[in-house]
């Protein structure tokens, strides 16, 4: 009778436990990222920015803010070249928020050998900005470091707030970050002078020259420029009231820009445009700071653009913008934008369809840039140690419930809490989670009785291999 009772009992708890775990299942098809970091690559020197080349080779760029330029050749293995793709550090100005910053390559690359890059340099003791076409050499793993061709360049009256991201739009068009021209308060309020290309977003054409008589600008201004034929407004402006905006990116799927904007003393913020905006928007500043209006400055007549997101001094001091993950190995992360800031370590999630659903993930700070590889994949550069991260959401391997850390070795629980030996899958890692901080290489193990396919999903995530 008793051993009865217990077998109805032990059936009864199975089928409670099948029905928990059947409903957890449910509430996994539909779950937040998980966002978590573990390193790819060290060595650099204060990288910020990451480029890919979109040809396929799935080849990592980064830019460090020195002048050099080098190539994680193989992510799995974190595979550093020995030569560096572009080596200008002798040309460039470099140190605090000067340097080589900014990375992109040509939309049609590699059928189009160029790529552009974006820097600061000291002439006749002018600290200006400069954009400059690059070619690639016979070498794929090499730039013609004799083929620049200088786009443009504008004055830059302080040494901070360069800003410096360029990108490709979905219009094949050249976008520019310019930052206020630095100090604080933006004391000349070039933000909001419509004459200075300083604190905007530019768009140019890089497929012509409508400057034949100017050696140093050789670009073409887009017809459907918002300001074209407005008297007093530059007509390579696509948006103006920047600040700082030091990254931006394009939605890869939708074409929407993001560009986050650093702030002064109130808040960092967010700014989303939709693609097929007209362009135009003034984003405020210096008379608004995220949605605060401080008053350094008056803003010119018209309406301003507020961010779709924002936050207070005690979160950050300083965003570093990121892109919308659409890659293939986390279903969960698709359509969210993760942003951080330089100075808490904070990271957020923004649903790129609903800016109401945002997480934060307290994980690693001066964290200076995030960038996209050939596959959608995403990396984040931390300036002081050198090392590039993978963005990670640990919700992506069914049936693993649970992250601890032993020994030096980082093991994944099932929902049935195996403890047999661990597997070790993958080299020494750093590895950075909400609920776990570790600052020193550790191995990565994993309970020897998941099933193979969990296992195998791991393997891929940890190893990056798509
Ligand atoms: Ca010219
Ligand atoms: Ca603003």
Redesign the pocket.
């Known amino acids: 009778m008793i051993l009865k009772i217990d077998a109805d009992f032990y059936l009864m708890i199975s089928r409670l436990l099948f029905f928990a775990f059947f409903v957890a299942s449910l509430f996994r098809v539909s779950a937040q990222p998980q966002l978590e970091l573990f390193s790819v690559a060290t060595g650099f020197s204060s990288p910020v920015s990451i480029a890919n080349a979109n040809d396929g080779s799935n080849r990592l760029f980064i830019v460090e803010r020195g002048g050099q330029i080098k190539i994680i050749n193989h992510i799995p293995t974190g595979t550093v070249l020995p030569l560096p793709f572009l080596n200008i550090s002798g040309i460039i100005a470099s140190g605090g928020e000067s340097g080589l910053l900014g990375l992109v390559f040509h939309p049609q690359f590699p059928d189009t050998p160029y790529f552009f890059v974006n820097y600061t340099i000291n002439e006749t003791g002018q600290l200006k900005t400069k954009v400059v076409r690059y070619t690639v050499s016979a070498d794929p793993n090499i730039a013609d470091i004799n083929s620049a061709l200088q786009i443009l360049e504008v004055d830059q009256p302080h040494d901070n707030h360069n800003a410096g991201d360029i990108k490709f739009g979905p219009d094949g068009y050249l976008y520019i970050t310019m930052g206020d021209g630095g100090s604080g308060e933006d004391p000349d309020n070039y933000a909001q002078d419509t004459a200075s290309l300083l604190g905007s977003l530019l768009r140019i054409d890089i497929s012509g020259d409508d400057f034949p008589a100017d050696p140093d600008a050789n670009y073409m201004i887009p017809p459907t420029n918002p300001f074209v034929g407005f008297p007093g407004y530059r007509e390579e402006f696509w948006s103006i009231?920047?600040r700082n905006p030091w990254r931006i990116s394009f939605d890869r799927m939708t074409g929407d820009l993001w560009i986050a904007?650093v702030g002064q003393v109130m808040r960092e913020?967010v700014?989303f445009q939709q693609n097929g905006s007209a362009g135009g928007q003034n984003?405020?500043?210096s008379c608004?700071?995220?949605n605060q209006s401080p008053f350094f400055n008056p803003c010119i007549p018209g309406p301003l653009t507020?961010?779709i997101f924002d936050y207070v001094r005690a979160d950050g001091r300083s965003i570093t913008g990121g892109f919308v993950y659409r890659g293939n190995a986390f279903s969960n992360l698709k359509g969210y934008y993760v942003v951080a800031d330089y100075a808490t370590g904070n990271f957020w999630t923004i649903n790129s369809t609903n800016f109401n659903d945002v997480t934060k993930f307290p994980l690693l700070s001066n964290i200076a840039s995030f960038g996209e590889s050939d596959s959608g994949e995403l990396y984040a550069a931390k300036r002081n140690s050198g090392t590039i991260y993978r963005v990670f959401d640990s919700t992506a391997c069914e049936d693993v419930v649970q992250i601890s850390v032993h020994n030096d070795s980082l093991y994944l629980a099932d929902s049935l809490i195996n403890s047999d030996a661990p597997v070790t899958i993958g080299p020494a890692i750093q590895y950075f989670s909400p609920n776990i901080e570790l600052s020193s290489p550790f191995s990565v193990a994993i309970n020897a009785n998941f099933e193979a396919q969990t296992i195998s999903c791991f393997q891929q995530i940890i190893t990056g291999q798509f």
Do not use: I, Q, R, V
């Open positions: 009231g920047l904007d913020e700014n984003y405020g500043w608004k700071e995220g507020d961010p």
